[in-house]
């Protein structure tokens, strides 16, 4: 059971907005901030003020930002942009403030909270009959992690956000589609989104810190990096679901096969260079067939 709760936590947690932003559009803005709060009390009441903070942080703001964007019929990507903006932005903020007054810096908090489970898992590992020297590798590996983990703490949270918000907003629409007609999507397709051109140049420069440079700016563009990666890797999926839908791939294809890419980190990064070279190959751009004769239909 132990092992089973975490992953159900994780995903109960990322689909938490999904019936705030749903009722918040079905009822209107002040019915949807009037549940919003209530909620929070609620939490405030049963399980103290920490547990409403983030409630109020990770889940209300990015429910209350994305159904307002969603009303005014904003697209995909400022859609999920501003509400992981928000909701980022609102718990590193929290988590700061939280950490003012403590002589242990943030980023110190978050290397002990890796090591910790690392250990843990090493240590269950041990318990299997892993060998030592597999064990021994594994924990040099995890030392190296965890300096980089406790520097991109606010990659991580946005990385989160993101892909919360992402959830949400496919979840939202198809549930608004259902209950009201296409008429209530908005006009673009996910498959056809494609990000600025000018977007290639904070990911180049960003890794170009990483590589030639150290202190700050090493920190500073590991954590836009990596947020840039994610994003990149949206796109490169926009792509594939392109020509699932030229192919007409049923659904549960669809989701079996970004559950066999998000488990296989050679398969994200192929994804993320579809994302990234696309800048200059149109991949989504396919070319008609040759017209033979009055009747024939120039392919999409």
């Given at each position: 059971m132990a092992l089973v709760f975490p992953p159900l936590a994780l995903v109960a947690g990322i689909l938490s907005p999904v019936p705030l932003i749903f009722v918040y559009l079905q009822v209107g803005k002040g019915a949807g901030l009037a549940v919003v709060a209530v909620i929070f009390g609620v939490l405030l009441a049963v399980m103290g003020p920490m547990q409403a903070i983030l409630f109020l942080a990770e889940y209300a703001v990015l429910a209350v930002i994305m159904a307002e964007t969603?009303?005014?019929?904003?697209?995909?990507?400022?859609?999920?942009?501003?509400?992981?903006?928000?909701?980022?932005?609102?718990?590193?903020?929290?988590?700061?403030?939280?950490?003012?007054?403590?002589?242990?810096?943030?980023?110190?908090?978050?290397?002990?909270?890796?090591e910790a489970n690392i250990q843990q898992s090493l240590d269950s590992l041990k318990t299997m009959?892993?060998?030592?020297?597999?064990?021994?590798?594994?924990?040099?590996?995890?030392?190296?992690?965890?300096?980089?983990?406790?520097?991109?703490?606010?990659a991580i949270i946005a990385i989160g956000s993101l892909i919360t918000a992402a959830i949400n907003f496919f979840l939202v629409r198809f549930l608004m589609v259902r209950f009201h007609g296409p008429s209530i999507s908005p006009p673009?397709?996910?498959?056809?989104?494609?990000?600025?051109e000018q977007m290639v140049w904070p990911l180049l420069l960003s890794g170009a810190a990483v590589v030639l440079t150290e202190g700050?700016?090493?920190?500073?563009?590991?954590?836009?990096?990596?947020?840039?990666?994610?994003?990149?890797?949206?796109?490169?999926?926009?792509?594939?679901?392109?020509?699932?839908?030229?192919?007409?791939?049923?659904?549960?294809?669809?989701?079996?096969?970004?559950?066999?890419?998000?488990?296989?980190p050679i398969l994200i990064g192929l994804v993320i260079g579809l994302g990234v070279f696309d800048i200059w190959i149109d991949f989504r751009k396919l070319k008609p067939r040759p017209s033979t004769g009055p009747d024939d239909e120039d392919q999409i």
């Amino acid at each position: 059971m132990a092992l089973v709760f975490p992953p159900l936590a994780l995903v109960a947690g990322i689909l938490s907005p999904v019936p705030l932003i749903f009722v918040y559009l079905q009822v209107g803005k002040g019915a949807g901030l009037a549940v919003v709060a209530v909620i929070f009390g609620v939490l405030l009441a049963v399980m103290g003020p920490m547990q409403a903070i983030l409630f109020l942080a990770e889940y209300a703001v990015l429910a209350v930002i994305m159904a307002e964007t969603l009303r005014l019929g904003f697209s995909f990507d400022r859609c999920v942009g501003f509400s992981a903006s928000g909701s980022t932005l609102l718990s590193i903020f929290l988590l700061l403030v939280s950490f003012s007054g403590s002589e242990e810096p943030l980023s110190v908090f978050f290397k002990k909270h890796f090591e910790a489970n690392i250990q843990q898992s090493l240590d269950s590992l041990k318990t299997m009959g892993e060998s030592a020297a597999d064990l021994a590798e594994m924990k040099r590996f995890a030392d190296k992690a965890s300096e980089t983990f406790a520097v991109s703490f606010p990659a991580i949270i946005a990385i989160g956000s993101l892909i919360t918000a992402a959830i949400n907003f496919f979840l939202v629409r198809f549930l608004m589609v259902r209950f009201h007609g296409p008429s209530i999507s908005p006009p673009e397709k996910f498959s056809e989104w494609i990000l600025p051109e000018q977007m290639v140049w904070p990911l180049l420069l960003s890794g170009a810190a990483v590589v030639l440079t150290e202190g700050m700016l090493d920190v500073l563009g590991l954590n836009v990096l990596l947020v840039l990666l994610v994003i990149y890797f949206f796109q490169g999926w926009a792509i594939i679901a392109r020509f699932f839908e030229i192919k007409n791939v049923p659904g549960i294809l669809w989701a079996l096969a970004l559950l066999l890419i998000l488990v296989q980190p050679i398969l994200i990064g192929l994804v993320i260079g579809l994302g990234v070279f696309d800048i200059w190959i149109d991949f989504r751009k396919l070319k008609p067939r040759p017209s033979t004769g009055p009747d024939d239909e120039d392919q999409i």
